[in-house]
């Protein structure tokens, strides 16, 4: 008697749950009624169009989807609905409304949860504001000599392995490692000596761990955190985080004491901060890690585990972000001859045949080499899809949005639309980026570091490192390879990469 009406009870009450579910999706039902998009099924929805693809071929497949369903269309992935865009319009309402500030759930499979990446909008917005004068003008330009110290162990170290070498290599391996030199110079303050085989390890480390996200993000069922913990995944995941993270994880610890003074300051008085600036304070470069903990100590917004998140949410995408942007750069150099040789005349123009620094108003003089920059970040955007969730309903051009979905936007669709590149849309040419072509183009349909409110911090540093790190690429090597633009394959393992990588070789000049 009492198993039955136990068992009636639990019935009873799945039964609420799975109508107040079904209530509350009921308007996400409508809309997927309303738009157009693949066959989907009970349970996985359209996971199924993903289950035993290459990352290249899943890449493929979200192409293929948004080619054959205008924008915006629809995606289910098992119980969640997904809207994807890539009308210029709408990507500019979507990137400055206030109901899509927050980033899609699955962003929290990276476990900065508290960085400015992914953190909730109530975090973001607070540690914006503290963070965003951190990446000032003259902030960034302390950092030119850390660029040009790591680039100069770069040229060396190809020297050493690859020159006049007839045999084609991965560049990237090189550029990786002289990013995360840069990266960890200027966040942490201290010189790793990371362009060897420590910082092998740490990429690989990286690499691996992009792909379990991509593996987790398209097998629905993996999404819960209690279910993924108990997979082998999970395991080797947490093994790649230890090795990206050790670095930081050192110097913290070298600050324990100053982390303790922040633990207790609840307890204690507030320090008078004496917030005179020196006329010489950025003679020296300003350390992101000592911004952090001046900040700490300035305000209540910084905590432990916030700091923390911080450094480990700039040397994770201030990373990898430059060093595929730039090894896609050095490739696009070498297949096209000509706009290298423009871009090494202008540098002779600007620095001279031989110098020894870039210097940081050198840079701004250099504007074909960053219309290069800017056309290979349009081809090959390393964030080529970015995901928001949606907090209100949004009305767009052709539907509203309702609040619980993830609008995923398209980048790499929008940066290769006919309508706002032209029929060439799909070919390199730098003179895209002349001031009488570009200013006439819709302000959203070039979006390499996202925009609106929640835009990249670090876009002026990135730019800034990889001038300076071609630069002195430049100025030592001639580069060359045996791949054509249309042997490229794309594929996505969370950043776009290049699945026949970046093949070159080098000789002096």
């Known amino acids: 008697m009492i198993a039955s009406v136990v068992f009636v009870i639990t019935v009873g009450i799945l039964a609420l749950g799975w109508t107040y579910w079904r209530l509350r999706k009921?308007?996400?039902?409508?809309?997927?009624?309303?738009?157009?998009?693949?066959?989907?099924?009970?349970?996985?929805?359209?996971?199924?169009?993903f289950f035993g693809k290459s990352t290249a071929e899943q890449f493929r497949c979200i192409l293929d989807i948004s080619k054959t369903y205008r924008s915006p269309c629809r995606i289910w992935l098992g119980p969640k609905l997904f809207v994807f865009i890539d009308n210029a319009d709408d990507l500019q309402t979507v990137l400055n409304a206030s109901q899509c500030l927050e980033k899609a759930d699955v962003y929290r499979f990276f476990q900065c949860e508290t960085g400015l990446f992914s953190a909730p909008a109530k975090i973001w917005k607070v540690h914006r504001k503290h963070l965003s004068p951190c990446f000032n003008a003259k902030i960034l330009a302390s950092f030119v000599s850390i660029f040009n110290a790591k680039s100069a162990i770069l040229v060396e170290q190809l020297e050493q392995l690859h020159v006049n070498r007839a045999k084609l290599f991965n560049v990237y391996e090189y550029i990786a490692k002289c990013t995360l030199d840069m990266v960890c110079a200027t966040t942490l303050g201290t010189n790793m000596h990371l362009q060897n085989e420590q910082g092998d390890e740490y990429i690989a480390a990286i690499e691996r761990a992009s792909e379990l996200l991509n593996h987790r993000l398209y097998k629905v069922w993996l999404h819960p955190e209690w279910i993924y913990r108990f997979t082998s995944y999970y395991k080797v995941q947490q093994q790649c985080y230890a090795t990206a993270y050790k670095m930081s994880r050192r110097v913290l610890a070298l600050k324990s004491v100053e982390l303790s003074e922040i633990r207790n300051r609840s307890t204690a008085p507030a320090a008078k901060v004496d917030k005179t600036e020196p006329t010489d304070a950025y003679r020296k470069p300003q350390i992101y890690i000592d911004q952090l903990f001046r900040l700490a100590k300035e305000t209540d917004v910084f905590d432990e585990r916030a700091i923390r998140d911080e450094i480990d949410t700039i040397i994770l995408g201030g990373n990898e972000t430059s060093a595929l942007t730039l090894s896609?750069?050095?490739?696009?150099?070498?297949?096209?001859?000509?706009?290298q040789q423009r871009v090494y005349d202008e540098m002779v123009t600007t620095l001279g045949t031989t110098f020894d620094e870039v210097e940081n108003e050198h840079l701004s003089q250099l504007t074909y080499m960053e219309m290069v920059l800017k056309e290979t970040m349009r081809l090959f955007p390393v964030g080529p899809i970015i995901a928001r969730q949606c907090t209100e309903d949004l009305k767009i051009s052709n539907t509203t949005i309702p609040s619980g979905v993830t609008v995923v936007l398209g980048i790499f669709n929008v940066q290769r639309s006919e309508e706002h590149w032209g029929p060439a849309a799909n070919t390199f040419d730098p003179d895209n980026f002349l001031p009488e072509r570009h200013a006439h183009r819709h302000p959203y349909c070039f979006l390499p570091f996202s925009a609106g409110p929640r835009n990249c911090i670090g876009y002026k540093y990135g730019l800034?490192?990889?001038?300076?790190?071609?630069?002195?690429?430049?100025?030592?090597?001639?580069?060359?390879?045996?791949?054509?633009?249309?042997?490229?394959?794309?594929?996505?393992?969370?950043?776009?990469?290049?699945?026949?990588?970046?093949?070159?070789r080098i000789v002096p000049r």
């Open 26 to 49: 009921w308007k996400h039902y409508q809309l997927s009624a309303d738009l157009n998009g693949p066959r989907d099924f009970p349970l996985i929805g359209s996971a199924h169009l």
């Open 328 to 339: 896609h750069v050095v490739l696009m150099l070498a297949i096209h001859q000509d706009v």
């Open 464 to 504: 800034m490192s990889m001038k300076v790190m071609l630069c002195h690429l430049l100025a030592a090597y001639t580069f060359s390879t045996d791949l054509t633009m249309d042997q490229l394959a794309l594929k996505l393992d969370i950043t776009l990469k290049i699945a026949n990588k970046h093949m070159v």
